[in-house]
């Protein structure tokens, strides 16, 4: 099956500047790459996501990037505020298939 | 909007109790998934479904089983509940359209 492994585990940026998340997969039938931000003791809300026919694509101050061949996909942020804070999930998913989410990014944004 | 509602957000049950965890969504979603979340583990598939009276084990299903009789509701039983079964429940949908999933607010369960 699916294996999804995600880099780093804990993530602090200073205000302002850009934070990097990576996740790679294993399984190359996945074609549909999702971004959840959870934020403390709220529910996982989908932010961005990116299929495998495309590279990137960006939403204001938030990116996602895919490298098919290397099998890896990464979360930029731009421009990061302390609201930014929160844990992060990439997830791997192919059409019909239950989603493989990896274990999680907290991402602390100091002021 | 979609809205995918978990019927408790804490619940507190004793040792060998038949537990159901009931999630309700709105979006006419063919695929709906429970999950549980412990920390430092993320996010583990316990079962999922694809269609009413269909399901798929997961990851983690032993303890665990499921009941959808209808597309908007997806039931998440805990035969005789343990200790270790204590943890945060996520419910999910998702369109075969699109793949786009959706959570609901989850449920906080506390097995003493």
């Known amino acids: 099956g699916e294996n999804v492994e995600q880099h780093p585990s804990t993530l602090s940026v200073q205000e302002g500047d850009s934070a990097v998340i990576k996740c790679t997969y294993s399984?190359?039938?996945?074609?549909?790459f999702p971004w959840y931000k959870q934020e403390l003791g709220k529910r996982p809300q989908l932010i961005i996501d990116?299929?495998?026919?495309?590279g990137e694509k960006k939403d204001q101050r938030i990116a996602v990037t895919l490298n098919k061949t290397a099998k890896h996909f990464s979360l930029h942020i731009t421009e990061t505020q302390p609201e930014d804070s929160a844990v992060y999930f990439c997830?791997?998913?192919?059409?019909?298939?239950?989603?493989?989410f990896g274990t999680g990014t907290s991402l602390t944004v100091i002021p | 909007d979609v809205k995918v509602t978990q019927s408790s957000r804490y619940l507190v049950k004793r040792t060998g109790e038949k537990v159901f965890l009931e999630c309700v969504q709105d979006m006419d979603h063919e695929n709906m998934f429970w999950y549980r979340q412990d920390p430092g583990l993320g996010l583990r598939l316990i079962y999922f479904?694809?269609?009413?009276?269909?399901?798929e084990k997961g990851d983690i299903p032993e303890g665990y089983s499921v009941s959808r009789e209808k597309k908007e509701r997806f039931s998440l039983i805990l035969e005789s509940a343990s200790t270790n079964q204590t943890s945060m429940y996520l419910c999910?949908?998702?369109?075969?359209?699109?793949?786009?999933?959706?959570f609901g607010q989850g449920t906080r369960l506390t097995v003493v």
């Open positions: 999910a949908s998702s369109s075969q359209s699109t793949g786009r999933a959706f």
């Open positions: 990116i299929r495998s026919n495309v």
């Open positions: 479904s694809y269609d009413v009276k269909m399901k």
């Open positions: 997830a791997a998913s192919s059409p019909g298939n239950q989603f493989y």
């Open positions: 399984d190359s039938a996945s074609n549909y």
